[in-house]
């Protein structure tokens, strides 16, 4: 039987810069992930630097751990970020809130709100990206085309600011309407709008300088916020949460 909220999340092993920003009464929470900070551990070794500091049962995707009384406590991991993408990441203490806010993920329901850093700036101030993906897995890392495939990714892009420096760098708000692996990080390199510290998809010479000139070294992208309803045994539920911009993603102007 899981824990009550309360006790579950009073003694929670949150992993290394981890914080909790928002729970509900059924136990559905939302965690601020850093980045360089596993969703999961892959394996005993990364218990260390993933989201919780406990062991991970990937059949039932769920954290467990023992807690203060000796007994045994469970956590059911709902969505996941890339390690080196930070924000928000949602757990839930009950397997059967776990599997309804999944379905909800599944069926398009949940807003997602991203913002990215990235090089250069959008032609236009707002405009809907739609592209067809193909996803593969080489050497066990997944790799995402934008050609060549058949699964459509949307996304709306919203122009936040652009710096006025030598090296133009914009700060730029995504929501993406589908949920394909590196879908965001893909259609802007597509556009010419590779995200800053991308070590998969960017700019290699862009991102070196900007390390060489004081920059930060990582990748710029980050899930602000989320939203959305649903049911749970026998009640209307409404979620939402917001994980703050890291302070490096200083707003350009």
Not at 100 to 121: H, N, P, S, T
Not at 217 to 246: K, N, Q, T, V, W
């Amino acid at each position: 039987m899981s824990a009550q909220p309360d006790a579950l999340w009073s003694a929670v092993p949150l992993g290394p810069g981890v914080r909790r920003v928002a729970l509900d009464a059924n136990g559905l929470a939302a965690l601020d992930k850093p980045e360089g900070v596993l969703s999961h551990p892959n394996g005993p070794r990364d218990e260390a630097r993933s989201l919780l500091r406990a062991r991970y049962d990937e059949a039932d995707e769920c954290f467990q751990w023992q807690g203060p009384d000796g007994e045994p406590r469970r956590l059911w991991l709902i969505n996941r970020l890339d390690s080196a993408t930070s924000g928000i990441i949602l757990a839930a203490a009950d397997a059967e809130l776990a599997r309804e806010v999944r379905e909800q993920f599944r069926r398009r329901k949940v807003r997602k709100v991203y913002q990215a850093l990235v090089f250069g700036r959008p032609r236009l101030a707002s405009e809907t990206w739609r592209d067809v993906l193909s996803v593969s897995k080489q050497g066990g890392r997944i790799r995402t085309a934008p050609a060549g495939g058949n699964l459509p990714a949307e996304s709306l892009m919203t122009l936040v600011g652009t710096s006025q420096g030598a090296a133009r760098i914009s700060l730029i708000r995504l929501e993406p309407h589908t949920g394909r692996s590196h879908q965001l990080r893909v259609q802007c390199a597509r556009r010419g709008l590779p995200i800053v510290g991308d070590r998969t998809y960017g700019d290699f010479a862009a991102n070196r300088a900007f390390v060489k000139g004081g920059g930060p070294r990582r990748m710029f992208l980050h899930s602000l916020e989320i939203g959305f309803d649903y049911a749970f045994r026998g009640r209307e539920c409404a979620f939402s949460a917001c994980a703050p911009l890291p302070p490096e993603f200083a707003r350009p102007g």
